[in-house]
């Protein structure tokens, strides 16, 4: 089983801190996702990398997908309270259909 | 709306009653998968299906059963509920077995 570990596991900063989260694996991926799941609701997608060492940005979120394509990042820039939420990644590999998700790290940004 | 359904959202039940849970998509995609959500151990593929007729077992797949007769449908049977399958059920369905767009969440307690 592969497995995806994620840190911090916790994370509370103050509004406009910047913040990264780490998603980490001894597995290659062929791509990998990063989701914000919100108390009460499904996880909803943010994106989608598939090249190692690729760069996606989306507004104030930037996510890296490092050269060997066993670990990624999310970095958020100037925090906001609606950036509050677990953040999720999950990865694939050549088994199509069989996802593995990291356990998650939760983000408090207090106003 | 493209959007992934589940029902019921909340069930509470005995142990050994069977129940079902339902899944429906409306956006013609080929991947459906079921999850599992337990505090501390993030999100669990129980199932997936790449297609109709087409299944295959995820990491957790003891105590359940799942069916694909239709593209849109994904349903989740357990036979025999027990207290250790009480627990957050979330439906995604998926146009590439990457990115995955998930269902609003079934809260299922086993008494």
């Known amino acids: 089983t592969q497995l995806l570990e994620q840190s911090p596991q916790f994370l509370s900063i103050q509004e406009g801190e910047n913040l990264t989260v780490y998603c980490n694996s001894s597995?290659?991926?062929?791509?990998l996702q990063w989701y914000r799941q919100e108390p009460g609701e499904g996880p909803v997608l943010l994106v989608t990398?598939?090249?190692?060492?690729e760069v996606k940005k989306l507004k104030r979120l930037t996510f890296q997908f490092g050269d060997a394509r066993k670990d990624s990042s999310l970095h958020i820039t100037a925090a906001q309270p609606g950036d509050t939420g677990l953040y999720l990644c999950?990865?694939?590999?050549?088994?199509?259909?069989?996802?593995?998700f990291g356990d998650g790290t939760t983000l408090t940004v207090k106003p | 709306e493209a959007q992934v359904t589940q029902n019921p959202r909340y069930l509470i039940t005995v142990t050994g009653k069977k129940l079902t849970v339902t899944c429906s998509q409306n956006?013609?995609?080929?991947?459906m998968s079921w999850y599992r959500q337990d505090p501390g151990l993030g999100l669990r593929q129980i199932y997936y299906s790449m297609n109709v007729e087409v299944t295959d077992k995820g990491d957790v797949p003891e105590g359940y059963k799942v069916s694909r007769k239709e593209k849109r449908n994904f349903p989740l049977i357990l036979e025999s509920p027990s207290p250790n399958q009480t627990s957050l059920y979330f439906c995604?369905?998926?146009?590439?077995?990457?990115?995955?767009?998930f269902g609003p969440g079934t809260r299922l307690t086993v008494t």
């Open positions: 995604a369905s998926s146009p590439s077995s990457y990115e995955q767009y």
């Open positions: 999950a990865g694939q590999n050549t088994n199509a259909g069989k996802s593995t």
């Open positions: 597995s290659v991926f062929s791509s």
């Open positions: 956006m013609n995609h080929e991947y």
């Open positions: 990398v598939v090249t190692g060492g």
